[in-house]
């Protein structure tokens, strides 16, 4: 079957590991199940596998993806919940310290065919497409659990993004402006911050510039570029979710201002099953849909992962097997 997959990693040159090509179809296990893939997108979680991070040599090759939404065998439209937690887990998904997500221990989405643990499969009801479906288990759910779970600030607070452009800030912006909150939004580029603006951020600023005031709640994926700004940007008690690193992980910890002003930090990684169904849910009773910046078949997929790691997005990836 066609799939993007990867034989050798490289930290130096992402792009150059990314293979499309042919692999064999993946057998499931006892208690897995087969879903033929209709549409899968990008995160940037697929980069880091292509560097070699969290994937090391002796588990390669790998098909890479987390996302992707498709039919499973008994013909019923489903999407895939990427979180694989261990064996006899029954707490919250992502607090297993043994769970990975598709593409780290087992193959992928970015193939015609995915095997999942049947409790992974989530119905996909008919007011959402394949296309935006697939977008919804990695960026979206971790959107939905880092504003309407962890953050701790209810509709009506002010809430920062920072990044405008990326698979989990325009979940945000999206998901913020729906269920009530004021939302301010940063991006190093003038053109996303517009259209920032026209998906619902009620205002956007340049990263780093000065808020005319401090916000409730920041959401946190870019990491050492944005954190000093995202300390400063909070009120004294506000909160900061905490996600990714894309531009490093190592920024000063300001520790002074978090104690002195009371700071939470929050970390958080992907969301529960139970969350996924609720943003499904979400979803068809506000209308809000993930933006797609771009749709390519499977073949073309080298692309969509250039146009990522030069930051040229706004939105998902979606990839057509
Ligand atoms: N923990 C989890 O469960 C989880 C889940 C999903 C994602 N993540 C992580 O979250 C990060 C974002 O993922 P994604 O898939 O949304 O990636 P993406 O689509 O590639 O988006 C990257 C984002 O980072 C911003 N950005 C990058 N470099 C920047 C810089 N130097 N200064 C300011 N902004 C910068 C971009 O904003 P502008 O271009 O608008 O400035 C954009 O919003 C990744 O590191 C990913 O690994 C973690």
């Known amino acids: 079957m066609l799939a993007a997959f990867v034989t050798q990693t490289s930290a130096d040159d992402p792009l150059s590991a990314l293979q499309v090509g042919e692999r064999p179809a993946p057998e499931p296990p006892q208690g897995w199940v087969r879903v033929r893939v209709e549409a899968a997108s990008l995160n940037?979680?697929?980069?880091?596998?292509?560097?070699?991070?969290?994937?090391?040599d002796e588990r390669l090759p790998m098909t890479l993806g987390c996302d992707g939404a498709g039919v499973d065998e008994e013909g019923r439209d489903v999407l895939v919940h990427a979180v694989v937690t261990s064996p006899g887990w029954s707490g919250d998904d992502t607090l297993d310290p043994r769970r990975s997500l598709l593409s780290e221990r087992h193959d992928g989405t970015l193939a015609a065919e995915v095997v999942v643990p049947a409790r992974n499969v989530v119905p996909r009801p008919p007011e959402v497409s394949a296309a935006h479906a697939a977008c919804?288990?990695?960026?979206?759910?971790?959107?939905?659990?880092?504003?309407?779970?962890?953050?701790?600030?209810a509709p009506g607070s002010t809430v920062l993004v920072q990044g405008a452009g990326g698979g989990v800030s325009t979940a945000l912006v999206a998901l913020a402006r729906a269920?009530?909150?004021?939302?301010?939004v940063t991006s190093r580029s003038e053109e996303k911050r517009q259209q920032a603006l026209a998906l619902g951020a009620h205002a956007a600023f340049a990263s780093g510039e000065r808020l005319p005031q401090q916000v409730d709640a920041v959401m946190e994926t870019v990491g050492e570029a944005t954190w000093a700004h995202s300390l400063r940007a909070l009120r004294p008690g506000g909160t900061v979710v905490v996600s990714?690193?894309?531009?490093g992980p190592a920024p000063g910890a300001d520790l002074q201002r978090l104690f002195f002003r009371g700071l939470r930090?929050?970390?958080?990684?992907?969301?529960?099953?139970e969350e996924l169904v609720r943003l499904l849910d979400l979803l068809v009773a506000t209308g809000v849909r993930p933006v797609?910046?771009?749709?390519?078949?499977?073949?073309?997929?080298?692309?969509?992962?250039?146009?990522?790691?030069?930051?040229?997005?706004?939105?998902?990836v979606v990839l057509r097997p």
């Open 44 to 56: 940037h979680h697929d980069l880091w596998s292509l560097r070699g991070v969290g994937l090391p």
């Open 136 to 153: 919804l288990p990695t960026a979206w759910l971790t959107a939905y659990r880092m504003l309407l779970v962890q953050s701790g600030a």
């Open 179 to 184: 269920t009530g909150y004021r939302v301010w």
């Open 244 to 247: 990714g690193a894309t531009s």
């Open 265 to 273: 930090v929050v970390g958080s990684t992907m969301g529960t099953r």
């Open 292 to 316: 797609v910046d771009r749709e390519l078949p499977l073949g073309r997929a080298a692309e969509g992962f250039a146009a990522m790691a030069a930051g040229e997005l706004f939105g998902k």
